[in-house]
């Protein structure tokens, strides 16, 4: 009976396989398992800037968000030049393009951010903003990993996630014009049922392990 329930509660957590991962913000990708990434962004094969985006990614648990941005060419804080690289995304978590922070990576694209996560290396941490007034006000200090990938993170406290958010990423190769950014993508939340099942599931499987 307790491997049959065993099963029960691995099927609940592989039905949900991209959700209820606990990421350790590291740069390292192993933890993300089979998560799809949300857009493929092509490569544009930059003369001065080291590298650019490639694949983005986005999960959460049950307290934090999680973002993962994977390059064309080896994540490095620094450009070929010396120059500081930075990394962002920014959520607009109303999905109304009309309503928030513009941040203008995209000339092509208008966008309305209600939250900003960025990594700058001068500042040395990860600055989470409320931009839902259309400025930037900072809340806090997020997570930030850098070696194969890039990963940035942010407690669900700040970012007031009511449903699914479309959002963009960018970065900065302090060589303009070959800065780069991402098409606008949707990062779809699940249902708060889905969000508890996937718990129970969690929580049954790590208990009935313990007793088999």
Not at 9 to 21: D, H, V
Not at 30 to 59: H, K, M, N, R, V
Not at 119 to 125: D, E, L, T, W
Not at 132 to 158: C, D, K, R
Request: glycine residues 12%; negative net charge; hydrophobic residues 40%.
């Amino acid at each position: 009976m307790t491997g049959k329930l065993l099963i029960l509660a691995t099927g609940l957590l592989a039905a949900t396989a991209s959700w209820g991962l606990t990421i350790t913000v590291d740069g390292l990708a192993g933890d993300w398992g089979a998560t799809a990434p949300l857009t493929t962004d092509p490569d544009e094969a930059f003369q001065l800037a080291p590298y650019d985006i490639s694949d983005i990614f986005a999960t959460m648990d049950a307290t934090d968000f999680f973002f993962r941005m994977d390059t064309y060419g080896t994540p490095t804080l620094e450009g070929e030049q010396g120059q500081m690289v930075f990394f962002a995304v920014c959520l607009d978590t109303d999905q109304n393009s009309a309503t928030g922070y513009n941040p203008g990576w995209d000339p092509g694209t208008t966008f309305g951010g209600e939250v900003l996560i960025t990594y700058m290396p001068s500042h040395g941490m990860t600055g989470v903003y409320d931009c839902s007034s259309g400025s930037l006000v900072p809340v806090g200090i997020g997570g930030f990993g850098i070696g194969e990938t890039v990963e940035l993170s942010a407690p669900l406290a700040w970012l007031n996630l009511t449903g699914n958010v479309d959002l963009m990423a960018f970065l900065d190769n302090a060589s303009t014009p070959e800065d780069d950014f991402t098409s606008v993508v949707t990062f779809e939340i699940p249902e708060p049922t889905t969000m508890l099942l996937l718990g129970v599931g969690a929580v049954f499987a790590s208990v009935l392990r313990r007793k088999s």
